[in-house]
């Protein structure tokens, strides 16, 4: 169980003086895979033995010794698998459809150190979540297996063509262009793949189609990532992608991160569309089929965001708890209820899209970016354009506050509601949409802006966002959370704050 990260399984892969000794040993792996087929077979109704299951992996140096492992286990149970190779996560919830197979499995940690690695699982009905998990490694804890049966095999596939295949009709048919399979003659598009899994973007999807990809990056596989993070919140990682498309005078960047499940993007300016500028982008692009239709975000958006949601592209926005699997797990829920709700997105990067099974997909969003670039193109505008009715805040910051009980969670959320109580008696304003930690607002004067504490996931941490539209509001405000912290700091390292 401790390898549970949220929805993932994560662990060290290879010993570092850092992290110690490998987590992600090959029998960890082997019955962590044994497990999956006794949890498919609960509630797939599936025996083992005609399981159809597929593989992939992004570029870590641990993915093939743990791919190994994985066939290892697999093929005694009499599993037919279909080795993808290396290929996007989301990639391989399409494989489900498109192979098609009962069930997946990717390795990846996202964008976590080269040190690291970990296992997603997919069924048709979407990835496994936190509970599926919970019970797939109590499984693998008491030893649980299917039983040996002859029969099993282990073959190629090339599903990662198939994709990339699927990607380019969306475009050709997406922009409707004249010349119908070289649709992006004329476009300069760079991407950033950080040595990941990304780099079948610019050379399988944007090159066949007529892109020019010149100045693109770290297309090439890299497990040990020597250039950057690949992770479009990072700073730096944004400075190379968005560097790559002023040196090369490109229409558009992209950047992914290692598995290509989220993805960022760089205007013809060099300036970064990502988090909030994001969020706003893929709302416009989503709303335009669903108009008035409801877009899930997580906790930390801004305020000019739901403005811009709602006032200038007439939708309705609804904030929800940190994690992509929450607000997509949210999206599904409000439209079960009759809600349009065409997007999850989270200002890390991941979107879903309903009308992609609404799973996030780094690729699957830059090809409906793409698509809109073409098509404003045609009337004489900009992606930038569209974002002109988005007001940003003048200041941001992330503070990180260390819970030092071994209770870390009760001590976490007694803070919470101490400093809702505070919040109350000194009349501040709680948001009224609140729907993780507490986020209080302030008006002109007092820091023109506001905060949100909340407990970390899956960490002992207080993260505290603050946001002000005036220069010198962060820390007017983080002055007022200073001194509630000061006098409840036990238990607490307060000295980010």
């Given at each position: 169980m401790y390898l549970k990260s949220g929805t993932d399984v994560r662990g060290t892969a290879l010993e570092t003086p850092e992290d110690g000794p490998v987590q992600l040993t090959d029998d960890a792996v082997a019955d962590i895979a044994r497990a999956f087929l006794v949890w498919c077979e609960r509630h797939m109704d599936i025996p083992a033995n005609q399981l159809k299951l597929a593989v992939g992996r992004d570029s870590r140096l641990s993915g093939p010794r743990i791919a190994a492992a994985l066939k290892e286990a697999l093929l005694p149970?009499?599993?037919?698998?279909?080795?993808?190779?290396?290929?996007?996560?989301p990639s391989m919830f399409m494989a489900v459809l498109d192979i098609p197979c009962d069930c997946a499995i990717q390795i990846t940690a996202s964008h976590h150190p080269f040190h690291r690695n970990g296992l997603k699982?997919?069924?048709?009905?979407?990835?496994l979540d936190s509970p599926d998990l919970t019970e797939l490694l109590s499984l693998a804890e008491e030893g649980s297996c299917p039983g040996r049966s002859p029969g099993g095999?282990?073959?190629?596939?090339?599903?990662?063509?198939?994709?990339a295949a699927h990607l380019r009709e969306l475009?050709?048919?997406?922009?409707?262009?004249?010349?119908?399979?070289?649709?992006?003659?004329?476009?300069?598009?760079?991407?950033?793949?950080?040595?990941?899994?990304?780099?079948?973007?610019?050379?399988?999807?944007?090159?066949?189609?007529g892109a020019d990809i010149s100045g693109s990056r770290f297309l090439e596989p890299d497990g040990r990532f020597p250039n950057h993070i690949p992770n479009p919140?990072?700073?730096?990682?944004?400075?190379?992608?968005?560097?790559?498309?002023?040196?090369?005078?490109?229409?558009?960047?992209?950047?992914?991160d290692t598995d290509v499940d989220r993805a960022g993007v760089v205007d013809r300016h060099g300036r970064e569309i990502n988090r909030n500028r994001l969020v706003a982008l893929a709302s416009a692009i989503a709303l335009e089929d669903s108009p008035g239709g409801t877009v899930v975000t997580?906790?930390?958006?801004?305020?000019?965001?739901?403005?811009?949601?709602?006032?200038?592209?007439?939708?309705?926005?609804?904030?929800?708890?940190?994690?992509?699997?929450?607000?997509?797990?949210?999206?599904?829920?409000?439209n079960k209820e009759g809600v349009d709700c065409p997007l999850a997105i989270e200002t890390s990067g991941h979107a879903a899209l309903r009308e992609n099974y609404f799973l996030d997909d780094g690729a699957y969003l830059v090809t409906k970016i793409i698509?809109?670039?073409?098509?404003?193109?045609?009337?004489?505008?900009?992606?930038?354009?569209?974002?002109?009715?988005?007001?940003?805040?003048?200041?941001t910051l992330e503070v990180r506050i260390p819970i030092l009980e071994n209770d870390f969670r009760a001590r976490g959320q007694e803070l919470i509601q101490s400093l809702e109580a505070c919040a109350i008696a000194k009349g501040w304003r709680i948001a009224p949409d609140n729907r993780e930690?507490?986020?209080?607002?302030?008006?002109?004067?007092?820091?023109?802006?506001?905060?949100?504490v909340r407990l970390s996931v899956h960490d002992p941490i207080l993260p505290v966002n603050l946001e002000s539209d005036a220069v010198g509001g962060v820390e007017t405000i983080r002055g007022k959370l200073r001194e509630f912290f000061r006098e409840n700091s036990l238990g607490l390292d307060i000295s980010a704050l």
């Open positions: 149970c009499g599993v037919t698998c279909y080795d993808c190779g290396l290929a996007s996560t699982f997919f069924t048709k009905d979407g990835g095999s282990w073959q190629e596939s090339d599903h990662m063509e198939r994709y475009i050709e048919k997406g922009v409707n262009a004249p010349d119908y399979h070289r649709p992006l003659s004329g476009f300069h598009i760079t991407v950033d793949a950080g040595n990941g899994a990304g780099g079948f973007y610019a050379e399988k999807v944007l090159a066949p189609l919140e990072n700073e730096e990682a944004m400075g190379f992608a968005a560097r790559a498309v002023t040196e090369s005078g490109a229409d558009l960047g992209i950047i992914f997580d906790s930390i958006t801004s305020d000019g965001l739901k403005e811009y949601i709602e006032d200038a592209l007439g939708g309705k926005h609804h904030r929800f708890r940190r994690g992509y699997k929450n607000v997509i797990n949210e999206a599904l829920r409000l698509v809109k670039l073409v098509k404003l193109r045609r009337e004489g505008g900009e992606l930038e354009d569209m974002l002109s009715g988005l007001r940003e805040p003048a200041e930690g507490l986020r209080v607002s302030f008006p002109k004067g007092e820091g023109q802006g506001w905060f949100l």
